[in-house]
């Protein structure tokens, strides 16, 4: 099994910037790409970013893209997302998940379906 923390979330005005972290433990070797997700109060959860965790190629939904940078950090088995210009829509429970299928097709990697492990969450709150 892999576990994952997600931290950095917080109460942020408009137009701030905030880093989540997400840290993974136990089975990493087994991980092929992470990714974030989000859900907001009375919606689904949605595709934030994903990256693939060997050769760091990246995918953003279209709602972030520019605004938001996916990292990871493959000897602290940490992954990161670096959100600037934020927006109160922004709001949300951010989640990390983990993928174990290896796939050429990207668009597989921006489902729920492709994530085996999830964190918890971090809560941010983006204030006009």
């Known amino acids: 099994q892999v576990q994952l923390v997600e931290s950095g979330g917080r109460l942020v005005q408009a137009g701030g910037s905030l880093r989540l972290s997400c840290a993974a433990s136990?089975?990493?070797?087994?991980?092929?790409?992470m990714g974030w997700f989000r859900q907001a109060p009375g919606k689904e959860r949605e595709f934030v970013a994903h990256?693939?965790?060997?050769?760091?190629?990246?995918e953003y939904a279209d709602a972030v893209k520019g605004r938001f940078t996916i990292s990871r950090d493959n000897a602290k088995n940490s992954m990161y997302l670096q959100m600037d210009s934020l927006k109160p829509e922004d709001t949300a429970v951010y989640y990390c998940?983990?993928?174990?299928?290896?796939?050429?097709?990207?668009?597989?990697?921006?489902?729920?379906?492709?994530?085996?492990?999830w964190g918890q969450g971090t809560q941010v709150t983006v204030s006009s």
């Open positions: 998940a983990s993928a174990t299928t290896i796939s050429t097709f990207a668009a597989l990697y921006t489902q729920n379906r492709a994530y085996v492990y």
């Open positions: 990256i693939r965790w060997s050769s760091g190629n990246t």
């Open positions: 136990g089975r990493t070797a087994s991980i092929y790409a």
